[in-house]
């Protein structure tokens, strides 16, 4: 077989055999065909696109590619979740312990945050002493006690696709569905869950910003997760604004906790019922929507998902009284109001905006290197469809540095706008497709 072939083939419009496929990614992975050639396939996949059976063999190809994480020593039906990305999303905070608490094991590979979006890692990493760096072993154990572990990607992870990523990345062939799909998939495969359940964000702070992109994805991977025999559904929900109230690792810490103890946001508690109920029926601990909500909000109400968190962290090494202490949480030192320069209603929030106020203060990572302040961010007042008086507060700046608060705060200010109107509602909840 040649890599010339196999370009010339997609270049020309043919479909390339399971074979193919696995020969290039193989061959890439072991540096045996030169980024040059990938480079070329990848354009050509780019424009002449890829069939539902090529994307299946380039994601099993690709999860196939390093270590596949074994979790048949943990009892139950193993479901994991994925975000495809956003801003406020601390979903995982929440989600992971509510559904651990009604008896689904959780066993979850997480990633730290890199541009305008967070990642679960830093955010947990907001409890004092809190590490993701457990042994495989460690991971199964703590699963099959306390019900939920979450660690750190390893490294040898689908290694192809890190490789295939950072190429596609400066050879202008991320976007492409077949590719973005395949990527995502592999990963989540190669994770070793029997059960998958997608969040595909839509909407200004999130990878996908038009609906029906973030719905032909979320198509997408539930093909190739069903077609790898894995139950897949996906959840398609609002972006256009951040997640609830808090954007920053410690401030989206208490809004989760807030959350557990039955005082969190409205979209937000949404989207954890509306994903713990396709988990909890995907493993078998609900019927319908009706009754897996019910238990749901039944452990936020007795308590027992908040416990859960408290065991979690500290099985982790994490300080779990700040579970029941969130003033123990790392604090800034700065708090400065964005006010509102008219009255009227909050018609829009350019959301990535909001998470680049949140990288600025230095919540975020510019490079993989970057060394983050966990106790900064933004805190909103308003979200859309509010209505603000002059002079009241848009969002609260959390900062250590005042320059970089006052920045914070105009950048913040630009990306409201207040109209005379109030903007027609949209649904939080786009769809679920399975
Ligand atoms: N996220 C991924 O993991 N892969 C892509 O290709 C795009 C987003």
Known sequence: MRMYDIIMKKRNGGELSQEEIQFFVEGYTNGKIPDYQVSALMMAIYFQKMTEQETLSLTMAMADS?????????????????????????????????VAACGIPVAKMSGRGLGHTGGTIDKLESFPGFTT?????????NVNRIGIAIMGQTADLAPADKKLYAL?????TVDNLSLIASSI????????????????KTGSGAFMKQEQDARALAEEMVKIGKNAGRKTIAVISDMDQPLGYAVGNALEVKEAIDTLQGNGPADFLELCLTLGSQMLIVGGKAADCKEAEEKLKGVIADGSALKKLAEFVAAQGGDSNVVYQPELLPKARIVLPVEADRSGYISHIVCDEVGICSLMLGGGRETKDSVIDLSVGIVLCRKVGDFVKAGEPLAFIYANDEKRAKEAGKRYFAACTISGTAPTKTRFIKDVIW
């Open 133 to 141: 760096a457990l042994t495989t072993e460690q991971f199964i154990n």
């Open 168 to 172: 596609r990345d400066v050879t202008a």
């Open 185 to 200: 998939m592999s990963k989540k495969l190669a994770a070793g869950a029997d059960a998958i359940v997608l969040d595909v």
């Open 66 to 98: 390093g270590e596949k994480l074994n979790l048949s020593a943990i009892h139950g039906v193993k479901v994991d979740k994925h975000s495809t990305g956003g801003v406020g999303d601390k979903t995982s905070l929440a989600l992971t312990p509510m």
